[in-house]
């Protein structure tokens, strides 16, 4: 059975740091291309990044460029975003998602993890 | 960017009646490999979203044979031909071919 579980959410106050890791199982987690999707509380999905199976390419949403930093451990089937500089409207669940080889974007999303921005 | 605009943005459907959504893009969502990288998503209250439709038409496992996607070119649709209680939720459109965008989402309720 394929699982992405994500962990790390926290509250943080506006500046913080904080380090999101989704870990997966079921799949060769190697063989896919990786994503990170947030959505805000009562509001729609928004893409954030994206990292390729070999760690490059790698891309981000404008929101985030320059702040967030996504990698991945294929030995350790490890996803982890690094969200510097936190603001307010950082506040979200955020949701690790897979990119099958086959079908393409987004196949399978983990339970989410809270990240709340407050001082 | 493109943009991805969803309609409606609220369903309100009688049990066993027919849905459809639309979306529509800004852009040509036809890669540069022919294919259109247009997907449909369900997210149940309280739950991760899920996917039920790539590529425009192909159905995901597990996913029944009343929902269906259709479209080309910047217009899309989703359609379920027989709304039951368990299609309860909201449903995003998202483009895979200029990197990525969803759209904002239309709430199927039962009337």
């Known amino acids: 059975e394929v699982q992405l579980v994500e962990s790390g959410g926290a509250l943080v106050q506006p500046g913080g740091s904080l380090r999101l890791s989704c870990v997966a199982s079921?799949?060769?987690?190697?063989?896919?291309?990786m994503n990170w999707v947030r959505q805000a509380p009562g509001k729609g999905l928004e893409w954030i990044s994206f990292?390729?199976?070999?760690?490059?390419?790698?891309y981000y949403a404008e929101s985030v460029e320059g702040r967030f930093t996504i990698s991945r451990d294929n030995a350790r089937n490890t996803l982890f975003l690094q969200m510097n500089s936190l603001r307010v409207d950082d506040t979200a669940v955020y949701y690790c998602?897979?990119?099958?080889?086959?079908?393409?974007?987004?196949?399978?999303w983990g339970q989410g993890t809270l990240v709340t921005v407050s001082s | 960017d493109v943009v991805m605009t969803q309609s409606p943005l609220s369903l309100s459907v009688t049990l066993g009646q027919p849905a459809s959504i639309s979306c529509r893009s800004s852009?040509?969502?036809?890669?540069?490999?022919?294919?259109?990288?247009l997907n449909w998503f369900q997210q149940r209250p309280g739950q991760s979203p899920r996917r039920l439709i790539y590529?425009?038409?192909y159905r995901d496992s597990g996913v029944p044979d009343r929902f269906s996607g259709s479209g080309s070119g910047t217009d899309f649709t989703l359609k379920i031909a027989r709304v039951e209680t368990e299609d309860i939720g909201v449903y995003y459109c998202?483009?895979?071919?200029?990197?990525?965008?969803f759209g904002q989402g239309t709430r199927l309720e039962i009337k």
């Open positions: 990292i390729s199976r070999v760690s490059s390419p790698i």
């Open positions: 852009e040509s969502l036809v890669y540069s490999d022919g294919k259109v990288y």
């Open positions: 590529k425009v038409s």
């Open positions: 998602a897979s990119d099958s080889p086959v079908s393409g974007h987004f196949d399978y």
């Open positions: 079921g799949f060769t987690f190697g063989d896919f291309a």
């Open positions: 998202m483009q895979g071919t200029h990197s990525r965008t």
